[in-house]
Every structure is written in structure tokens, then in C-alpha cells.
């Protein structure tokens, strides 16, 4: 083994320098975001929905991740492509990559400065207990965990060895643990000599540990073979669905097997994926027998059949060696790497992948900074209108009678009196806005999904899942559709009545009341439409055996249930937030209009006591008047500032063009 003390300090991914860009981009960012919330709540121009939509902003910036997920049947060489990507820095391997099994469960990498460095492991007999992963992720009572010193790399790389581990069981056991069937037997393990089968000893395994691009929001999954892929439904339906990108790992000298294809239909052919797919260990085709130009003929047939077979673009098959990557990597020697060919599945990642979560950051950031200014300039105008109106009457002062000024404060009051009825009129609005808005959330509460799943599972009855449970789960998909529809079409009656109240009252009462448009669903329909293609297909023949084993099919409503119910909460969340927001404005606005006629009272009270007041005061309210152009021109400033900040930024590339010239070897 070379000693790795006396290399060269290890060569960066280029993905690894894009996510360095992307941070310091989304750090920027974030300053400018914060930094116009400052200027906002300063003049007290930030309510309660913009300070709801500024801290969500906020938290995406600063929280928001990159997952990859690597799947493949086992010993692919899986693991030692991620040490190539991500993990050389470490200066030797750091998830376990030896011949055989190596990874026996799905490993999450992820870091959460939250929880201390550690391995979480959770043992395979909970799948026993009915209970989803994400119900038992909180649940540390559940987990083994494995104490990591973010120091040692070398405490990192034993710890690991832990997810190799396995177990002997009966074959009773391995069927009711979902790792064994009567009617699959190409897909079980062989027995021994007792009868006994080998199964993996962990169900779940999450690192939790401080690595640079950990930190900075990388995910990254590790999953096992065919049949440990499709035991665990949390990672088929939870897991996979929602990485940002799949790399489908096949050996370049098999070429795509037959389980190989099983997983790539069953769990990977779903389009809404961004695919990348490596044929790993071109190194093994090199024979000393063949010409340079032959090998390379056989790489380009196993890249065009590859491609052909799983039906993508020959622009996203990658043939590599990870294995001659990492030691190119660790040696610093960059002919090496290029010859490895790594670095344009990196490039592709980075570029293809990258920019994407960028543009859709810029997005939100634009639109909330957006709609912050445009909240806050109708306020501000409002504000300058009511102190042009309160300097016509001072001015208009100059040279009255006391008897006159009694008058205008008489007709101060009148004018109070007069705009307090629109506050029972706005009661009665805010009243009917109350009881649409219950009967659209009550459509999309947990208990109306509670009822739906409940008649589900009543049609199925004690049918077969195969057999009673594909149209009885068809009907419920329908069923929510139809309430998420029917939710967006009263929303749409509610947005109808306000825009028609708020028309008038700006016209009687001189308000400013604006509408945002009803949030659109469709994202909602979409996610029910991935759900049902996702969890449909545990409802058919081919996975009828796993939903019979003990604790599955609970599992499986379970899992459903959570993922329909976040679909459910966020749509209702977008609904509830945009009522808010129109509700804040009323009694923003009706509190700002008593505050001017307090002011102008005020004004009036003291004109009459002093003489001398009448002008300190008009040069008061043309001095509040400047500070609210002053205000109004310094936010215009701050909120184009973030908006070129999110727009230049999102523009520029975020890798450089990657140097591949060799370095001189250290001695």
C-alpha cells in the first residue's frame, strides 16, 4: 500500500470548487436579503407575512441542499467513485470499497451542525415494527450510535466499516424482514449449510460528519444492491424521488446486467430524475494482448449498448475508472486523472446540475425581494399622501382665527367618525374571508386525508394488495386531486370578493389595498401525480410479496400517509400565507390611517395653544416628507442591489475551467 504521508496534498473535484462558488454566492446573497429585511423593519414597513416570506428566504439560502444519490447492484465500484469526487482530501478511502459487498444498507453523508459527528445506525429488525425511516429518524432510541472525531480522518474510515456488517437469520426471518421470496428466488441470498442466510445487520445508516463540502449542503447517498434497494420502500419512494441527481453505477466489462436493468426500470426510469449513468472500470478492460485502439473500441460498444439499453443520451454515459481517479487524485497527478476520465462526468455535474439549483434560488430571491418592495412602496406612498394632505391643511392655517382652527379640529373628528365605518365593513369581509379559508384548509387537513386513506383501505379490504389495491389507490389519487382542485377554485371565489371589496374601499376611503394572485397548485397536482407513479407500483404482482410480509403493508400506508400529508400541509401553508397577507395590509393600513389623524389632531391642538407652532409644524411635516422620499429612494437602492446581486451572480459560471496539466511529483 503507497504511503500517503509522504504525497502530494490531494487535487480539488471541480464539483467540489462549484459548490465552494455556489456557498460564497448564496452567502452574498443572503447578506443583501438581510441587510434590505434591516432597512424595511427600521422604518417599520416589514408585517408579519413579509417577515414570514423574508425568514423562509433566509433559511433556504443558508440551509438549502444538493443530494446526490449513487445507486447500483453491488460491488460496482459505487463507493470508491464517491471517494474519487469528494473524499480524496481525506488522503486514502474513506467509505469502505473492497471487492464484494461493501455497502450492505442505504448511507446517507450529510452534515448538521446541530448533532455531533457521528454514525447513526439503525438495526434491520425495526422494519418489524411497522414504522417508517422518517418516523423513526427523530427517534434516537431506535438508532446505535457510533461517536466520530472530526480530527481523524482515520476514526472516520473504522467507524465506516460498521455499514459492511451483517447477520445470519433463518429464512423466516429474512421473508418477514421483506429480504426473501418463494416466488423471486433469483432475487434471494444463498443459504448455508444450516439454512441459514446472510442479511444486511443495519437498515439505515446516517454520517454525520463536518466535511467541507458537507458543509456547505452536499448530500450524498449510498445505496446497496437490486434486492435491498426494493426492501426498503423509504428509499425508492422517500429517498431517491427526492435527490436532485441519480448516478447509476454500471461495471464497463458486464455491461448492463440483467438486475442492473431491473433496478434502473423499477426504481430510476421515472423522467423527472436528472440521470447520469458511469461505466465504471474501463481499467479492467485493458489486456496486454489488444491494441490501445481495440480497448477503446470496446469502451465506446459498452457505452453505446449501455445507452440504448437504459434509453438515454450518450451524453450522459461516462466511462471512468474511479479506483485509477482516486489514486490519480491522491497523488496529485493530473495526467493520471485525465486518463481515469473522471473529470467530464464532474464537469457535467457540475455544470448541468449546479446552475440549475442556482437559477431556482435566484428565482425565490428575486420574487420575495419583489413583492417586499412593492408591499413596502405602496405603504410608503400611502404615508406621503396622508402628510401632502396634513401640510395643504397647515398651510392652509396660516392667518385663521381661533374660532376656525376649533372648526378644522371638529372636522378632524367628523372625518374619524365618518372612516370608522369602514372598519364594520372590513369585520364583515374579514369574517367571510374566515369561513372560505376554513372550508379550502379543511379540505387539505390531515384529518380530511386521515378519511380518504381510511376509504382506501376500506375498498381494498381483505383483497390481495394485487388484485384490490391499484384501483382502490387510483381512486383515492383522484379523490385529493379533485380536493386540491376544488381548494384553488375557492381561493379564486375568495380572491374575486376581496379584489371587489378592496376596489371600493380604496375609492371611498383613499386605501391602498392590493392583491396578490391566488398561489398556483399545479406544483401539488404534479407531486400527487410522482406519488402515484412512486407507490403505484408496490400495488401490482411483482411487489405483491413484499407488502405481505409482517409489517410492510402498515409501513407502506404509513410512509404514504406522511409523504400525502406534506403535499397536503405545504399547499394549505401557501393558501393560509397569501390570506395572511392580505389581512395584514387591512390592519396595517387602517393603524397607519389612525395614526395621521392623530397626528393631524395633534397638530391642530397645538396650533391653537402657541401661535408660533403653526410653522415649526409645517417645517415638521416637510421634514417627515423629505425622510420618506429619502426612505423610499435608499430602499429602491438596497432591494435592485440584492435583485443585480441574485441576477449577475446567477449568471456567472461557477467552476473554472479545470486544470489538468500534470504537476512535478513531490521527491
Known amino acids: ?126 422494519r418489524l415494527r411497522g414504522l417508517s425511516l422518517a418516523e423513526m429518524r427523530p427517534r434516537e432510541e431506535h438508532w446505535d450510535q457510533v461517536p466520530l472525531d472530526p480530527r481523524d480522518a482515520q476514526s472516520l474510515v473504522q467507524a465506516l466499516t460498521a455499514v459492511t456488517r451483517t447477520q445470519r437469520v433463518s429464512v423466516e426471518q429474512a421473508a418477514a424482514l421483506g429480504l426473501w421470496s418463494d416466488t423471486q428466488p433469483e432475487d434471494n441470498p444463498p443459504r448455508a449449510a444450516d439454512g441459514s442466510v446472510e442479511v444486511p445487520a443495519w437498515r ?103 445507452a440504448e439499453m437504459l434509453e438515454v443520451p450518450m451524453d450522459r454515459v461516462f466511462p471512468l475508472s474511479a479506483r485509477d481517479a482516486l489514486a490519480a487524485r491522491l497523488d496529485g497527478n493530473a495526467q493520471a486523472l485525465r486518463a481515469s476520465r473522471l473529470p467530464p462526468l464532474e464537469r457535467a455535474l457540475a455544470e448541468q446540475l449546479l446552475p440549475r439549483r442556482r437559477q431556482l434560488l435566484v428565482q425565490s430571491a428575486v420574487g420575495v425581494v419583489q413583492q417586499l418592495r412593492a408591499s413596502a412602496g405602496r405603504r410608503l406612498n400611502d404615508r406621503r399622501r396622508q402628510q401632502a394632505e396634513q401640510l395643504l391643511e397647515l398651510r392652509g392655517l396660516r392667518g385663521k382665527s381661533g374660532t376656525k382652527l376649533r372648526m378644522m379640529v371638529e372636522r378632524i373628528d367628523a372625518e374619524v367618525a365618518d372612516f370608522e365605518r369602514c372598519t364594520a365593513r372590513l369585520a364583515a369581509l374579514r369574517a367571510v374571508q374566515l369561513r372560505i379559508l376554513r372550508t379550502v384548509l379543511a379540505q387539505l387537513s390531515s384529518d380530511a386525508l386521515r378519511t380518504e386513506v381510511a376509504a382506501m383501505q ?48 380604496n375609492a371611498e376611503f383613499g386605501f391602498t389595498f392590493s392583491l396578490a394572485p391566488v398561489p398556483d397548485l399545479a406544483p401539488f397536482r404534479k407531486e400527487l401525480d410522482l406519488i402515484e407513479h412512486n407507490y403505484g407500483r408496490y400495488l401490482g404482482f411483482s411487489q405483491a410479496w413484499r407488502l405481505a410480509a409482517p409489517g410492510f403493508a402498515e409501513q407502506f400506508r404509513r410512509m404514504l400517509v406522511s409523504k400525502l400529508r406534506v403535499v397536503f400541509e405545504n399547499a394549505a401553508g401557501e393558501l393560509e400565507l397569501w390570506s395572511k397577507g392580505a389581512t395584514n395590509q387591512v390592519e396595517v393600513q387602517l393603524r397607519e390611517r389612525r395614526r395621521a389623524f392623530a397626528r393631524r389632531r395633534e397638530a391642530l391642538q397645538r396650533v391653537q395653544a402657541a401661535a408660533g407652532e403653526l410653522e415649526q409644524r409645517i417645517a415638521e411635516v416637510q421634514a417627515q416628507d423629505e425622510h420618506l422620499a429619502r426612505t423610499n429612494a435608499r430602499l429602491d437602492a438596497v432591494a435592485a442591489e440584492a435583485i443585480a446581486t441574485a441576477s449577475q451572480l446567477g449568471a456567472q459560471p461557477l467552476m473554472a475551467p479545470p486544470d489538468l496539466e500534470p504537476r512535478q511529483d513531490a521527491a
Open 204 to 306: 439505515h445508516a446516517v454520517i454525520n460528519y463536518p466535511h467541507p463540502l458537507l458543509e456547505r449542503g452536499l448530500v450524498v447517498i449510498d445505496t446497496p444492491g437490486l434486492n435491498a434497494v426494493g426492501a426498503e420502500p423509504e428509499l425508492t419512494l422517500g429517498l431517491l424521488p427526492s435527490a436532485h441527481a441519480v448516478v447509476f453505477v454500471l461495471a464497463a466489462d458486464t455491461g448492463v446486467t440483467k438486475s442492473d436493468l431491473a433496478i434502473w426500470r423499477d426504481h430510476l426510469g421515472q423522467g423527472s430524475l436528472e440521470r447520469f449513468v458511469v461505466l465504471n472500470k474501463i481499467d479492467s478492460l485493458v489486456d496486454p494482448l489488444l491494441s490501445a485502439a481495440v480497448v477503446e473500441e470496446q469502451i465506446a460498444h459498452q457505452r453505446q449498448g449501455a
Open 1 to 126: 500500500m503507497r504511503r500517503l504521508m509522504s504525497l502530494p496534498m490531494p487535487m480539488p473535484s471541480p464539483i467540489a470548487e462549484s459548490l465552494d462558488a455556489l456557498a460564497s454566492w448564496r452567502a452574498e446573497l443572503d447578506r443583501h436579503v438581510s441587510q434590505l429585511g434591516h432597512s424595511l423593519a427600521e422604518q417599520e414597513l416589514l408585517d408579519d407575512s413579509g417577515a414570514a416570506l423574508l425568514s423562509a428566504l433566509r433559511e433556504r439560502l443558508s440551509s438549502d441542499k444538493l443530494v446526490l444519490a449513487f445507486v447500483a447492484e453491488f460491488s460496482r465500484g459505487k463507493s470508491e467513485l464517491i471517494n474519487a469526487i469528494f473524499f480524496a482530501d481525506a488522503g486514502r478511502r474513506v467509505l469502505p470499497a473492497t471487492p464484494g459487498r461493501t455497502t450492505m444498507c442505504p448511507v446517507e453523508l450529510r452534515y448538521d451542525p446541530q448533532l455531533p459527528a457521528r454514525l447513526a445506525l439503525l438495526p434491520i429488525e425495526t
Open 458 to 505: 376500506s375498498a381494498m379490504g381483505a383483497r390481495p394488495f394485487n388484485l384490490g389495491g391499484r384501483a382502490a389507490f387510483e381512486t383515492l389519487l383522484q379523490r385529493l386531486r379533485a380536493a386540491l382542485n376544488q381548494s384553488e377554485r375557492q381561493a379564486e371565489e375568495m380572491c374575486q370578493m376581496l379584489q371587489a371589496s378592496f376596489r371600493q374601499l
